[in-house]
């Protein structure tokens, strides 16, 4: 019959993914997809570490090929290796990552690594992110079941069936199995409540506004450095020692750096030692405070 034909098509498809994920289980292994095309089975394996997966000069695939062959009775099967682009936005990398961190360290400390991954996912781009923990292996007296959530998520119509990409994984652990659920709306879906505002965007008035304010305090720096030597000269001229001089025109610049900027500014033909009769004054009088 027609239909018991579905059925062990589909129940093929599937031992064939479940032998290709338990003989690829490692760091970097996402998910597999089965296509039927006139030349024959399209075996598509995504992951984000495809040379782990090719093995040395395509061993690996040569193996799995003839394995799809003998075993699956597969006419001619093509294994093809797909790199995920990244892997914090695909579900299926994100459950597998957190079923071998399960399965190498424990389930201990499952709520720290569902924030830890809500947390990445999120840094990652992502507009929502929702990760379910549960199952026997959970240390929990009461719930078996853990929700971990952030973002925006759509929960139900064609952006909840369609759009928002799904992964699950199992970890088998010695206190039991625990299942992994993440769920991730990816930065290219397009909403249909989103809005778009068509115009001008202001990005470049603002850097033309941050620039404006670099070049006053740009200005500033010079002109309290000039202010400094010159001050320091005039010193040195009253004969004070150049360690003094110097030290005794760093305060004086500090005390009255405003007042110093605006004078130079308004006169600019004229050098700023006669610009800064005030400045002079203050160092003299600290000189003289000290002799005392």
Known sequence: MIERDIIDKRLKEFQILEYIAEILDRPGYSHTTIQKTPL??????????????????GSNIKDLTQVLKDKFGLENPQV??????????????????????????????FKFLGYK??????????????????????????????????????KSGDVAENLISKGFAVAHLKSGSIGVKVSI??????????????????????????????????KKEKIEKEVKEEVKEELEKEG????????????????????????????????SAEKVPTALELAKKKEKKKKE
């Open 80 to 109: 093809e290796v797909s790199e995920i682009d990244n892997p914090n936005l695909n579900p299926h990398s994100v459950a597998k990552h957190i079923v071998h961190t399960f399965e190498r360290f424990g389930p201990g400390r």
């Open 40 to 57: 024959g089975e399209k075996i598509t394996i995504f992951t984000s570490k495809p040379g782990f997966i090719v093995g040395r000069k």
């Open 185 to 218: 709306l990816t930065p290219d879906v397009i909403l249909p409540d989103t809005i778009q505002i068509k115009g001008i965007v202001a990005k470049p008035h603002v850097e033309e506004v941050k620039e404006e304010k670099k070049k006053p305090a740009a």
């Open 117 to 154: 991954m809500l947390e990445t996912v999120i840094d990652a781009g992502a507009i929502g992110v929702e990760l379910v923990i549960s199952g026997r292996g959970v240390p929990s007296t009461r719930a078996k079941t853990w929700r971990f959530s952030a973002g925006h998520l759509k």
């Open 240 to 271: 004070l020692k150049e360690e003094v001089a110097e030290k005794v025109a760093e305060e004086v610049v500090e005390e009255s750096g405003e007042e110093i900027v605006e004078e130079v500014t308004e006169a600019k033909p004229k050098k």
